[in-house]
């Protein structure tokens, strides 16, 4: 019995893909750095087990990968986390076909991942897999520009600390708290500290953190949302912010105060992780 005849895990994504190429044409556009650029993101190294990889997107998101397998032309096996932080997935791309025609099979797989996620990352591939396509078929780039939102999640191991109560959320969130409540938000990376108005602030103790944050020169704001939900292993710490193409900025200032802010939630969800783990180990 073929796998196409298997059921799936309920946490495993995969797509398909058939383009008017040949497989050694479709394989070096997924391995070759130059070429993986044209539709994906900016590969640091070629695809090489045992060293240490990154495709960034160029908006402040980014994959840390690590590469277990490679069979030339056939297929590659890789792990890799978003952002650094988020849990780790295996992703396999398998190529069949020959000289004139080759299809892509993309499956990924992560342990415990929600249903909700599942669709979104499966229609996520399906966009990155009809970009490869469209790059094959015309010659011409086709990766998206930037992504209006920043999001990203961490699993939290069960123990004493959680994320999302008064106590605790100044542990690991950048914001500076007064006697009226939280009123700063910070960025703090390689260009320097900067400091951004916070408002609505609406915590839902250990369930969901809501604000917004105030752009100056802007015409409106950013809005935060932040979630912990139960996961396999612990619970999944999960943030959303969105509004930058929203800001009425140019569109060099909006790509850049993205950029800013996705290495910050990046450091923000390491935190997490490091104060709950912390924590645990001192039980």
Same mark, same amino acid.
């Given at each position: 019995?073929?796998? $196409?005849? @298997? ?20 394989? !070096? ?9 044209? /539709?994906?993101?900016? @590969? ?12 960034? #997107?160029?908006?402040?998101? #980014? ?16 792990? /890799? ?7 780790? =997935? ?17 499956? $990924?797989? =992560? ?5 909700? *996620? ?6 996520? /591939?399906? !966009? ?20 209006? *939102? ?10 004493? /600390? ?6 605790? &959320?100044?542990?690991? @969130? ?22 951004? +108005?916070?408002?609505?602030? !609406? ?7 809501? #604000?917004? &944050? ?9 809005? =935060?949302? &932040? ?28 790509? +850049? @105060? ?8 990046? %450091?923000?969800?390491?935190? %997490?992780?490091? =104060?709950?783990?912390?924590?645990? *180990?001192?039980?």
């Amino acid at each position: 019995m073929t796998d $196409d005849y @298997l059921k799936l895990p309920d946490d495993w994504v995969r797509v398909m893909v058939s383009v008017p190429a040949s497989d050694h044409e479709v394989w !070096d556009a997924v391995t070759d750095p130059r070429r993986v650029a044209q /539709w994906f993101g900016n @590969l640091r190294t070629p695809m090489t087990p045992g060293v240490p990889n990154r495709v960034d #997107f160029g908006d402040g998101d #980014f994959f840390d990968v690590d590469v277990d397998h490679v069979e030339p032309g056939e297929r590659l096996l890789f792990r /890799w986390r978003f952002l650094g932080v988020g849990p780790e =997935c295996r992703v396999t791309w398998t190529l069949t076909g020959g000289a004139e025609a080759t299809t892509l099979t993309v499956d $990924d797989s =992560c342990p415990g991942r929600p249903g909700a *996620e599942v669709a979104q990352l499966k229609a996520g /591939w399906l !966009d990155f897999v009809g970009r490869l396509a469209r790059y094959l078929e015309t010659g011409r780039p086709a990766r998206y520009d930037w992504r209006q *939102e920043i999001d990203g999640s961490v699993v939290l191991p069960d123990g004493p /600390w959680h994320p999302l109560r008064d106590e605790t &959320v100044v542990d690991w @969130l950048p914001i500076a708290v007064d006697a009226t409540g939280p009123g700063w938000f910070f960025v703090v990376d390689q260009e320097g500290p900067r400091r951004f +108005t916070l408002r609505d602030w !609406d915590l839902d103790r250990d369930r969901t953190l809501a #604000f917004a &944050v105030e752009i100056p020169g802007a015409r409106t704001a950013t809005h =935060c949302q &932040v979630r912990v939900e139960p996961a396999a292993r612990g619970g999944t710490l999960a943030v959303s912010h969105q509004g930058w193409h929203r800001l009425g900025l140019s569109d060099l200032q909006q790509r +850049t @105060l993205r950029h800013r802010f996705a290495a910050t939630w990046t %450091a923000a969800l390491g935190l %997490a992780e490091e =104060c709950a783990r912390t924590r645990q *180990e001192l039980r």
